[in-house]
């Protein structure tokens, strides 16, 4: 790209290719309008009915968009790239973004209704950016997006002062790491002259590891393994899950998580693969692997070690979120098409497990008009709130992997991925997620013996749960059930969509 | 001359930085940033970009320091006291960040030969440049730091706003 | 005269280490915040260094665009640090521990 710029720009084309990214803008904006215009007066309940609508609509419209003007092709130096996978990708977080506005339906710990709602409609477009780009500068513009919106939310609960030191904890780590992946891309540009994945990919080929190239990789992973809490960047997760308001923990434990997987695979795959250029990217040892390899295997000890010990559910659902993030590096470590089909389906069965998990704690807290954060809290809830033990029993199961749900086949798929293939991860890596997985058994059957076993506290009554909360929590925990049963339903999507036979 | 130059900001950069690093009082820090900026803008004009140099003031000295400042006074913030935190910080941080500043001195200074020298004058970029670049092939991200800059609005009034 | 480039990217170097070292060392929330400034100011002078070595105008851009989310992370950083003052009375990072770490 030289600064006479090319003559062949289509704007129109940008147009009709951002037009679901600009329908989310513009639902944020309209439940914002709405919101601070029209219903001052109104009371929360309709409130949050109403915005919860007008965000639902904005997501189903985008996906129909998504699906019924299907814009495939490249803008502008890979700035933006639209295939029939990043639709896949893109559609996910905006079936998770509704779920979210759904779920903090009735919640009382803000009455910035239009502002939270509006935050995470942003945040959904920035992500959608972020899964479409090859392109560092963008990239970074649409990641900062997500991080900011997603501090916003971390703070949300004025009210409470646990909220704004996760918020603060989560925004000088997230600076200090944008600060390191941005000295990551300028050594990058240094050595190759470009922004664009891809160029920096043909550059970076057949160049021995030097150290300016090493030091870059080790930067930018940095600045990923934050976004994606994974060890030794995961300090900020802990605190920000149990500090941020429920549904927000929920955004930051799913939606979240989606994207910055999608895009870090996108980066070392298609942007740095060629590290240690020996040819093709498909028959060489990435430079990076080793780095990945150390950070994927601490991430599984540590993550779930320290989940063993936590006595608050969200704690305990941030540190099993970083042993999961070590597995889910497994799927990049292939370095094959199959382990990103992998990778993409353990995320978004993920984070439905992880969105229904906190959903199902923000619907208690709702009809308790009391924090849950405690495992003993949670003791006797299946004598109380029955349908809601199920679900969060669903929801568990499937993150500890029990087979016909859909944490299984994310497993199954991932590690038979990263033992596939002439790149595969080493042998002890995968034993090592196995054994960790049986470990992480344990915790979680802690919580669901405590749900079920566990004596309420003296005349607990029947809880009154929302009706449209519980509704959105029996869907995801049947999309749970159902993606574990027929699993070929998503990854033959993701399969297709890559062109995998 | 131009060795003179860059050697007097270069200096005069890494003595902002490190007045940031040991001052204890947060507007000192902030005032020695500022410091920092500025020469920066020098060295941007010395490497040729001239329009960011003038942003660098603008924007960076100009606008968002002053809004830490602003902060700074508006919570009236102390010096910092000891804390046990402090020690185990210092005991981290220093060797830390001084392996940190020896891997990349080193890199830099081993990457030389492929390196260019700079001359004063030499590459200099118009702002027209910039700006056909930025408004035509690169519309897509600066439309996207609009919502960026609107989250942030958002988000500061929602969190600074005093409840009622 | 002339000046190598390698000793713009080695000013870059020091200003991002010692912005490491004040992140680590400074217990003032503001203060740390300020470090964070600064290593992005560092890698600002890296791109710039950069682009004048490629003669790309693409690193320039960039930094542009640095600015732009460093101001945005300003509003909202100083918006999170005045909700924290409100609920503590404090700025020392330490005294901000409610939850373990």
Same mark, same amino acid.
């Given at each position: ?18 037009? =679901? ?40 419209? @985008? ?18 790239? @639209? ?13 998770? !973004? ?89 050594? %990058? ?13 043909? !550059?970076?080929?057949?160049? =021995? ?6 030091? !870059? ?11 994606? !809490? ?67 295997? %601490? ?162 009554? =029947? ?39 | ?164 | 005269?002339?000046?190598?480039? *390698?000793?713009?990217? &080695? ?54 665009? &640095? ?19 409100? *609920? ?14």
């Amino acid at each position: 790209m030289t600064a006479a710029g090319y003559p062949g720009v289509s704007y129109l084309r940008l147009l009709l290719m951002t037009l =679901p990214q600009i329908a989310i803008a513009a639902t944020a904006f309209l439940a914002l309008t709405v919101d601070l215009a029209t219903l001052r007066k109104a009371s929360l309940r309709t409130r949050w009915r109403v915005g919860t609508l007008i965000a639902c609509a904005g997501c189903a419209g @985008a996906i129909l968009l998504l699906f019924l003007y299907p814009q495939y092709g490249s803008f502008g130096d890979g700035m933006l790239i @639209a295939n029939p996978l990043t639709r896949v990708v893109q559609t996910a977080l905006l079936v998770l !973004a509704a779920f979210t506005a759904l779920l903090s339906f009735d919640a009382v710990f803000t009455s910035h209704i239009g502002e939270y709602l509006a935050v995470i409609l942003f945040a959904t477009t920035g992500m959608m950016f972020l899964v479409a780009s090859q392109n560092f500068l963008l990239i970074f513009i649409s990641l900062e997006l997500l991080s900011l919106s997603l501090y916003i939310l971390a703070a949300f609960n004025k009210s409470s002062r646990q909220s704004a030191e996760g918020a603060l904890k989560y925004f000088l780590f997230g600076g200090m790491s944008a600060a390191f992946l941005l000295f990551g891309i300028s050594l %990058l540009y240094g050595l190759t002259g470009s922004i664009n994945l891809v160029e920096i990919n043909r !550059a970076i080929q057949g160049r =021995p590891l030097t150290p300016m190239l090493a030091v !870059a990789l080790v930067m930018t992973v940095t600045g990923f393994g934050f976004k994606v !809490a994974a060890v030794p960047f995961h300090l900020w997760a802990p605190d920000a899950y149990q500090g941020a308001p429920t549904p927000s923990g929920a955004f930051i434990a799913s939606s979240s998580k989606v994207a910055s997987f999608f895009v870090f695979a996108q980066v070392m795959l298609v942007g740095l693969a060629a590290g240690q250029g020996s040819g093709a990217w498909h028959n060489s040892k990435a430079g990076w692997a080793p780095v990945i390899v150390a950070v994927a295997a %601490l991430s599984m000890i540590l993550g779930n070690l320290a989940a063993i010990v936590q006595t608050s559910v969200r704690r305990l659902l941030a540190y099993s979120a970083v042993g999961h993030a070590g597995y889910m590096l497994l799927g990049i470590l292939a370095q094959s098409a199959w382990g990103v089909r992998a990778l993409i389906y353990y995320v978004i069965t993920y984070a439905l497990a992880a969105i229904g998990a906190f959903g199902v704690l923000a619907a208690l807290e709702a009809g308790d008009n009391v924090g849950v954060d405690e495992i003993p809290d949670l003791a006797g809830l299946s004598r109380r709130a029955p349908v809601l033990s199920f679900c969060m029993l669903i929801f568990f199961l499937s993150l500890a992997g029990i087979p016909p749900l859909a944490g299984f086949f994310g497993k199954f798929y991932l590690f038979s991925a990263a033992l596939a293939g002439e790149n595969s991860g080493p042998l002890w890596l995968v034993v090592l997620a196995i054994a960790m997985s049986a470990i992480s058994l344990y915790y979680y059957l802690r919580v669901v013996k405590q749900i079920y076993v566990g004596e309420p506290a003296a005349a607990a009554p =029947p809880m009154k749960i929302s009706r449209t909360v519980t509704a959105t929590l029996c869907v995801i925990a049947l999309l749970v059930v159902v993606l574990g049963c027929a699993p070929n339903l998503l990854v033959g999507w993701i399969g297709s969509a890559m062109h995998l036979p | 001359m131009y060795l003179a130059l860059f050697i007097f900001f270069a200096v005069l950069c890494v003595a902002g930085a490190l007045n940031l690093l040991l001052q204890r009082h947060p507007i000192n820090s902030a005032l020695s940033l500022i410091v920092v900026m500025t020469s920066l803008a020098v060295l941007y004009l010395l490497l040729g970009a001239q329009f960011l140099a003038a942003v660098q003031v603008i924007v960076y000295s100009g606008a968002i320091m002053v809004l830490f400042t602003f902060v700074i006074m508006l919570l009236n913030a102390g010096r910092e006291e000891h804390t046990r935190g402090s020690r185990a910080a210092f005991l981290v941080g220093f060797p830390g960040a001084a392996v940190l500043l020896a891997l990349l001195v080193q890199i830099f200074l081993s990457a030389r030969g492929h390196l260019a020298q700079a001359r004063l004058g030499e590459y200099v970029t118009a702002t027209h440049t910039l700006s056909s670049v930025l408004f035509r092939d690169l519309l897509l991200p600066f439309e996207v730091t609009s919502v960026l800059i609107l989250i942030a609005i958002l988000g500061a009034v929602a969190l600074a706003r005093k409840e009622p | 005269m002339t000046v190598p480039l *390698a000793y713009y990217l &080695v000013l870059s170097a020091v200003l991002f280490s010692i912005g490491v070292a004040a992140f680590l060392i400074r217990r003032n929330i503001i203060t740390v915040f300020l470090a964070i400034e600064l290593m992005l100011n560092a890698v600002n002078l890296a791109f710039v260094t950069f682009a004048h070595q490629w003669r790309i105008v693409n690193g320039q851009i960039f930094v542009f665009f &640095v600015m732009v989310v460093a101001a945005a992370e300003a509003a909202v950083g100083l918006a999170i640090i005045i909700t924290i003052f409100r *609920a503590r009375n404090t700025l020392n990072i330490d005294q901000v521990d409610l939850m373990k770490l």
